[in-house]
C-alpha cells in the first residue's frame, strides 16, 4: 500500500506537551496541508516524520513497513522550515546530489538553468528557498515534507512553485505546512489543523474559525 501513515504521536519538550495522539497520513496523489497557529507543532510532527526528533511515542510506517526515521528509508524528502544548505555550494552541483529520476526536468527551469554556476547564496533570499524546495520536490522521493515553502515568496513564484508541486501529484503524496493559508487550501487535496496536540480535519474555512485558527468576523 502506497501511504505514509503516522499515527498516536505524542511528543513533549521537557513539561511542554506539543503533540498527543496525533494521526495522519498521506497517499500518492494527496497533498495534505497542515495549518496550525504558531507554537501548534507542525514543524514538530514535520521533523518527527523524517526521523530528526525521536517522539516520546508514534507510529510510523511508510508503505506499510514500520520505520522509526523515515529518512533512512530514501522514500521521504523534507524541506525545514529555514534555508538548509550551505550557501557556498553550486547550483549545479546540487542538482547533481539532490535529482535523479527527475533531473532533465529540473534543469529545464529557468531560475536552475540560467545559474547552474552560481553559489546559492548569491540567489536573493525568495529565489535561494525556491530553489532549496524544488531540489526537494524534483528529489526521487515519494513522499515529501515541505515546511513554510511559501515564505519569502512573491505571490508569482509562489504560485510557480505551487505548479510544480502539481506537476508531481500523479507520482509523489505531499505534506505541506505554512501560515499563507490561503497557499494552502488552494492547493491542497486535504486540510488537517493541528490544535491543543491534536488533528482535526477541516472542510472549509469556516471549520478553521470554528476550530480558533481564523478570527471569528463580525
Ligand atoms: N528544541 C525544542 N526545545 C524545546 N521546545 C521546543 C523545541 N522546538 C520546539 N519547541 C516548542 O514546541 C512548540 C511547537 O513548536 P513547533 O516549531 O513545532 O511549532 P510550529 O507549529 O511549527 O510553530 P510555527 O508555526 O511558529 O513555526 C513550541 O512551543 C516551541 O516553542
Known amino acids: 500500500m502506497d501511504e505514509l501513515y503516522i499515527d498516536s504521536v505524542n511528543h513533549h519538550y521537557g513539561d511542554r506537551q506539543v503533540l498527543s495522539s496525533v494521526f495522519l497520513n498521506c497517499k500518492i496523489g494527496e497533498i495534505v496541508g497542515v ?27 511508510v508503505d506499510g513497513e514500520l520505520t522509526f526515521k523515515t529518512y533512512l528509508t530514501g522514500k521521504v524528502a523534507y524541506l525545514p522550515q529555514g534555508y538548509f544548505i550551505p550557501h557556498y555550494l553550486r547550483i549545479g552541483d546540487l542538482v547533481n546530489l539532490y535529482t535523479q529520476t527527475y533531473q532533465s526536468q529540473l534543469l529545464e527551469v529557468e531560475l536552475i538553468k540560467l545559474n547552474l554556476n ?12 525556491l ?7 524534483y528529489s526521487d522521493a515519494k513522499y515529501v515534507l515541505l515546511d513554510e515553502p511559501f515564505s519569502q ?6 504560485d510557480e512553485l505551487k505548479n510544480h508541486i502539481s506537476k508531481f501529484t500523479d507520482g509523489k503524496g505531499f505534506i505541506i505546512t505554512d501560515h499563507y493559508y490561503r497557499q494552502i487550501l488552494e492547493i491542497s487535496t486535504r486540510i488537517v489543523l493541528i490544535n491543543n496536540g491534536c488533528n482535526y480535519a477541516i472542510n472549509n474555512e469556516d471549520d478553521l474559525i470554528l476550530n480558533g485558527y481564523l478570527p471569528h468576523l463580525e
Open 35 to 61: 495549518l496550525g497557529r504558531n507554537g501548534s507543532g507542525k514543524s514538530t510532527l514535520l521533523k518527527i516524520i523524517f526521523g530528526e526528533i525521536k517522539p516520546h511515542f508514534m507510529h510510523l510506517k
Open 153 to 158: 515568496l512573491a505571490p508569482l513564484i509562489a
Open 131 to 137: 530553489v532549496e524546495a524544488l531540489l526537494i520536490i
Open 118 to 129: 552560481e553559489m546559492l547564496g548569491n540567489l536573493s533570499g525568495g529565489n535561494r528557498r
